[in-house]
């Protein structure tokens, strides 16, 4: 089981991973390119990797 620390960080990637989602589309619908998409898509790769890490799922 896991503590309330564990389930409120494990909560917290996962609004970051909305949030990211949120700003690719945003910037998408902006036109801003990929000097801005391909961070984003960077950092959501990323956040998604640690998410699953915790998870065990890799």
């Not at 640690?50 to 799922?57: E, P, Q």
């Amino acid at each position: 089981m896991l503590s309330d620390k564990e389930t409120a960080a494990n909560d917290a990637v996962k609004e970051a991973l909305k949030a990211i989602q949120r700003a690719r589309e945003l910037c998408e619908r902006a036109d801003y390119g990929m000097l801005v998409s391909e961070p984003l898509a960077d950092a959501q790769r990323s956040t998604q990797y640690a998410l699953d890490t915790v998870l065990g799922r890799n």
